[in-house]
RNA sequence: GGGCGGGUAGCUCAGCGGGAGAGCAUCGGCCUUACAAGCCGGGGGUCACAGGUUCAAACCCUGUUCCGCCUACCA
């Protein structure tokens, strides 16, 4: 790009159809996102949550990202050694069900198959239609080392992952047995527990009356439990009650007959029976249901297992096997009522447990799955943010962290599906033995026999992620990027996945790297719709970001996401919101035509001033001195995660400091013929908006390229200059005195001037009384600033003797008056009435803090700055007071005569 | 049942001990040669309610209430 400083080469509106792409090509064929290894440079490291390589780029992928690629720009300018490592994760269940759809909808399924050529077709559904979403992340400006983009599945994950595996197992940190699991009858396969949402739902509670076995009647004819699901007396192998229970104390030990089907169960007696719940009596189905698993095992109690794994009924069910489940339950009902055995039917709320995946009910299974021990891997996990190895942010989260830690049950890491990590377990089929390794065993280490069997069951997909953080760098291998970037710097994700994730990555980088994976974690909210509702498809109040990216513009989008990424809170989004910000995009484009076009120059870059403070106008100082403070501001802001503080000072300063006021009071200096002057002005003008253009370059990475390089001066990229430092040395506090008094001054005549109704372009003559030396000062130095911002004929200084002119519009500050002469123009009554409200406001105001200086509690208790904040508030007011008497009398005279 | 967060301008939210703020919306006036996707100006709030601590409370404490979310094996 030509360093051509002419407004020709910018059209009048910013038109970011091009330019993305054009900066995006640019800097990824230029390697300017690819990690540096300098030596005796910090280090900055963060790797991608992997999104779904199912996914497509949803509105909450868009502030994850976002916000990563601010953190990831700011830091790559200031100097560190970047890396931001990519990826995809291959979501077993997701990816399975989405090519399983595909082959059902040509009536195949993937048994038509077979595992091997249905893996081949994922494969290959992969290579064509995987991984879109990596695409969108650089449509929206991630400055990824795609050069280190990983894969969940590919080779040196998977070699990774089999390592992790045989390693635990060998320590005996993964363990198979079987227990009670959370099995999905859509997608086949078990769940682990947090995989399960709970959602709250109207259902029944049935009384049913279990009969006792007829020798073993004496006073009593039956036992009535109480159950949401009634279908599941089917596998019912006894009823349990408190063994305190003085009402079934005698029954223990007696026998029951199961309704419909007529088996013999006994009444057992277990502590865990709540006696104050429905009857007291707790039918058990120990392969259905948790607590019963464990009432069985203590009891010694046999499973029947009812369902096959759609959920439809099985033999054990004699009469219903085939059915469904639900089917079930109504037939039972029926069956009982016909029997007189259903006595009585009460509304009940419940929590049903859902497949996070599919929605569907599912249902707890005993079945033979593989297990990681959890808490000898949480304990140290745990240690590590209680120590502050790992700083969550907010910290908020700190307490639930340690509570799920502190509670957390095995986790089981086996799938039923085919698609994923295939378990490194060989089962011997001649002798049973179990054998876990790397490579595929040729014969059985035990017996010799070379029969042997893989595990068909792959692993969860979240344990391959839970070893990204190291995986993607190169484990196991000793890589240089595993050397120089773990533990990453920051990892920066959404809340929900806390356990699903973060807590997992904590764990295994602490085992398997003797280090937490991260120095901070981020955790952001969750982006909801304007009513604070979660955003999904069925409800239609999704926010698309592919969309609104092509309607406003990436940096419009970006930009909305940072300024509203408050910590601790929801973001709830609209439209609207980002329209706003295209337009503070196109502002900044239309102040760079403004700068380009007052540079006047093809020339290289402006030569600084040598001692730019001793010559520079009050407004220049000022800016600058603003400029330093703010660039403070956002580096802070940007450290300590505050995305929303740093957008929003930038706004507000570029907007309404260096546009309203800076820009407008250049202008003079800009277009006069002073050179001196010009030269000043063009060099502070340039200045605050190049400083400002690499400040926002984070947030909004492609307007800020591309009006960079049509600044003056030989120009590399702006993503690799060095980002703004605060500059001590343009603090200027006298200057912003100035110029909040200019700002005042100036408001208050435009203020009058409106509420006039005098047209803007009328050349109006205003006249100024200083009520001190240093008002005086003040006015004599600033009338030309304030003509040229009030945009009005002449300022007239008047010397204390003169007259107030009658019929003036009067504005009073503290120590100037302000007349705009208008005979005719005025209305005396409503001047009056402004100047009476005016009047009542200071009187409550000085009684208010009169009060506060009679106290003597204040006035000794109070620091001393406070009370003395005090006395000058009062001497202010009294001081204003006083002029407002003095001109309501004028005017009353007035309306006298 | 337990935990967390929140109720501040019409809307979305900052502020979290010392004179109530922003953006958007709204109303009025301006095509002022960077920008009408703009400029200038205005109106609008017992900071959920009730107590308490303090010289001083939107801000700290207690209680009440309403709204979110997370968590939980009472069948």
Known sequence: MPNEASINALPKAYDFGDVEHRWYREWTEKGLFTARFDPGRPYFSMVIPPPNVTGVLHIGHALNNTLQDILVRYKRMDGYNTIWVPGTDHAGIATQIVVERRMNSEGRSRHDFGREKFIQKVWEWKESSGGRIIEQLKGLGCSCDWSRERFTMDEGLSRAVKEVFVRLYE???????????????????????????????????????????????????????????????????????????????????????????????????????????????????????????????????????????????????????????????????????????????????????????????????????????????????????????????????????????????????????????????????????VIVSREEPKACPKCGNTALEQESDVLDTWFSSAIWPFSTLGWPDKTPELKTFYPTSVLITSFDILFFWVARMMMMGLHFMGDVPFRHVYLHALIRDIEGKKMSKSKGNVIDPLTIMEKYGTDAVRFTLAAFAAQGRDIKLAEERIEGYRHFVNKIWNAARFVLL???????????????????????????????????????????????????????????????????????????????????????????????????????????????????????????????????????????????????????????????????????????????????????????????LVGIKTLDLMSKEELRPEGAATIILEDIEIFIPLEGFVDIDEELRKLTKEEDKLNKEIIKTEAKLKNEHFLSRAPQEIVQKEFDKINKFQIKLEKIVSHKETLQAILRS
């Open 171 to 433: 320590e005996g940190l993964i363990y198979r047995g079987n227990y009670i699991i959370n099995w999905c009858p859509r997608c086949h396969t078990a769940l682990a527990d947090i995989e399960v949402e709970h959602k709250q739902t109207e259902g029944q509670l049935w009384y049913i009356r279990y009969p006792l076995a007829e020798e073993t009647r004496q006073d009593t004819e039956f036992i009535t439990v109480a159950t949401t699901r009634p279908e599941t007396m089917l596998g019912d192998t006894a009823v349990a009650v408190h063994p305190e229970d003085p009402r079934y104390k005698n029954l223990v030990g007696r026998d029951l007959m199961l309704p419909l089907l007529n088996r013999r169960i006994p009444v057992v007696a277990d502590a865990a029976v709540e006696p104050e719940f429905g009857t007291g009596a707790v039918k058990v189905t120990p392969a259905h249901d948790l607590n019963d698993f464990e009432i069985a095992k203590r009891q010694g109690l046999q499973s029947i297992n009812i369902f096959d794994e759609n959920a439809t009924l099985n033999e054990s069910a004699s009469q219903y096997a085939g059915l469904d489940r639900y089917e079930a339950r109504k037939r039972v009902i029926i069956d009982l009522k016909k029997q007189g055995l259903l006595e009585k039917e009460e509304a009940y709320d419940l929590a049903v447990g859902v497949c996070y995946r599919c929605k569907t009910v599912v249902e707890p299974r005993l079945s033979k799955q593989w297990f990681v021990k959890a808490a000898p891997l949480a304990e140290p996990a745990l240690k590590a943010v209680k120590d502050k190895r790992t700083i969550l942010v907010p910290a908020s989260w700190e307490r639930t962290y340690d509570e799920w830690m502190t509670t957390i049950r095995d986790w089981c890491i086996s799938r039923q599906i085919w698609w994923g990590h295939r378990i490194p377990a060989w089962t011997c089929l001649s002798c049973g033995e």
């Open 598 to 788: 007052n540079l006047k120059t093809s020339q290289g870059a402006l030569a600084e001033p040598a001692e730019p403070e001793s010559f520079h106008d009050p407004s220049e100082r000022w800016i600058l001195s603003r400029l330093s403070q703010v660039t403070g501001t956002v580096r802070k802001a940007l450290d300590e995660f505050d995305f929303d503080v740093a957008a929003k000072e930038l706004y507000q300063f570029f907007w309404h400091e260096y546009c309203d006021w800076y820009l407008e009071l250049a202008k003079p200096a800009l277009t006069g013929d002073e050179t001196d002057r010009q030269d000043a002005a063009r060099w502070v003008t340039l200045t605050v908006f190049d400083h400002s253009l690499r400040l926002f370059h984070p947030f909004i990475p492609f307007v800020t390229e591309e009006l960079w390089q049509h600044l003056p001066g030989q120009r590399d990229h702006i993503m690799v200059s060095p980002f703004p430092k605060q500059i001590d040395s343009w603090t200027d506090v006298a200057a912003e005195d100035i110029i909040k008094q200019v700002m005042e001054v100036v408001s208050s005549i435009r203020n009058a001037r409106s509420e006039l109704g005098i047209h803007p372009g009328a050349k109006i003559i205003v006249m100024a009384l200083a009520h001190s030396d240093k008002a005086y000062d003040f006015l004599n130095s600033q009338k030309k600033a304030i003509n040229t």
